[in-house]
């Protein structure tokens, strides 16, 4: 029986939830989970569920894998974003059905199941949507769950909750790990060890198939600031201003969201510089006293390909960080900030590879080393690179626990 806490409680706040979504989501996005089915209907081999654009890429060479075997595969997403993902990815495949995943909540899972039927039953990372997986289990489906991570905060939430989920661990056939940690972290929660397997993390195993992005900027360098949130880039144009104006480096600045561009420009206006932003161009022509501002998703990694040393941001700010490990599939020196919370799973394997600084000003000092000891930086990058040549085996390995 499903948990009684969580029946009730799903049902008694979700009209908050949904006062949320639908000022972020809108509308349709409510009654896209909540009333409607996907398009095509009846028995898939797997239903997987990736719930955002990083479970979607995490997905997307399973999905890949398994639909050119033949399989037919109900793929869903929970974010709007993650269905635009998910789009990208499968949306002219004929094996792919694309859907919302509807709300964890006892109406729209039953039509939801009433619609389709399948297999199995694919989550990615940490999916645990009780009604979800023990609707799918009671209607005759092996539950997987691929890449199977457990952050601190959340493992210290999960460990408060864990008998109330003792239900919907023990519906999980098998839990596909990436890393020691994550295994013990779900045995802690009552997975017992022969459903656990650890295959390593797919999202290091899947390389970017992306070209650099042609930079032309004479003897001048080209630093990427990636992935940069509120307030950071303010601190960099701080310390850093006076050194890019001359072309030490040439700064290509790629806030985390898109939507921030216009604030952004204003800063490196304000600054001093003249400002050049990247969508509907192919190729830059770029001079000391220029910056450019990548006001546009999915391109992020063709500027690393390109640049010669990056900072990856989200970590002088107290935002836990962003993928420090990205530039490292084109071996290219990284610095980042100390705050790295989101990635401490993985922190331990690449930190001898790259320069983590507490400050602004300690920045500014790395990137003057840089100059000086290049070799130095780029041999450690490329040791990063070889680190991630190991994670190449995840993808067979998640494919021998699904097939």
């Not at 009730?8 to 989970?33: A, H, N, Q």
Request: proline fraction near 6%; aromatic fraction near 10%.
């Amino acid at each position: 029986m499903m948990p009684k806490l969580y029946a009730v409680l799903s049902i008694l706040t979700f009209p908050f939830l949904k006062k949320k979504l639908r000022k972020r989501f809108g509308d349709s996005y409510i009654r896209e989970r909540m009333w409607r089915v996907p398009a095509a209907e009846g028995r898939f081999d797997y239903l997987i569920h990736g719930a955002s654009v990083g479970e979607q890429n995490v997905a997307a060479q399973v999905v890949a894998a398994l639909s050119q075997k033949g399989f037919r595969v109900l793929l869903t997403a929970a974010t709007d974003t993650g269905l635009a993902q998910a789009e990208k990815h499968h949306g002219n495949n004929e094996n792919v059905v694309i859907s919302y995943l509807p709300f964890d909540l006892p109406g729209p899972v039953k039509r939801f199941f009433k619609a389709v039927q399948a297999d199995r039953l694919v989550l990615v990372e940490t999916e645990l949507w009780p009604r979800l997986i023990l609707s799918a289990k009671a209607a005759g489906a092996e539950v997987i769950l691929i890449n199977g991570r457990i952050s601190d905060s959340a493992f210290r939430n999960y460990m408060r909750f864990s008998r109330f989920l003792k239900e919907t661990l023990d519906a999980i056939d098998i839990c596909v790990v990436r890393y020691p940690v994550d295994g013990d972290r779900f045995q802690a929660l009552g997975v017992t060890p022969e459903r656990i397997l650890q295959c390593g993390n797919l999202k290091l195993s899947s390389w970017p198939e992306v070209s650099p992005v042609p930079i032309e900027t004479g003897d001048c360098p080209v630093m990427v600031f990636g992935s940069t949130r509120e307030g950071e880039e303010e601190m960099i144009l701080d310390k850093m201003s006076g050194a890019m104006k001359k072309g030490r480096p040439i700064p290509v600045f790629a806030p985390r969201h898109v939507e921030r561009a216009d604030e952004v420009e204003k800063l490196l206006v304000d600054t001093g510089f003249e400002v050049v932003r990247s969508k509907g161009i192919e190729s830059f022509g770029l001079n000391p006293g220029q910056a450019l501002l990548v006001n546009e998703t999915g391109r992020l990694m063709s500027f690393y390909a390109a640049c010669d040393v990056c900072f990856v941001g989200g970590s002088l700010v107290a935002k836990g960080g962003q993928n420090f490990v990205e530039p490292f599939f084109f071996a290219k020196p990284v610095i980042t900030g100390n705050n790295l919370s989101n990635f401490l799973d993985v922190l331990p394997v690449f930190e001898p590879f790259m320069t983590i600084v507490e400050s602004p000003g300690e920045l500014a000092f790395a990137v003057e080393a840089f100059w000086s000891a290049r070799e130095e930086f780029e041999r450690k990058a490329a040791e990063g690179r070889r680190i991630l040549e190991r994670e190449k085996n995840a993808l067979p390995c998640v494919m021998e626990a699904l097939t």
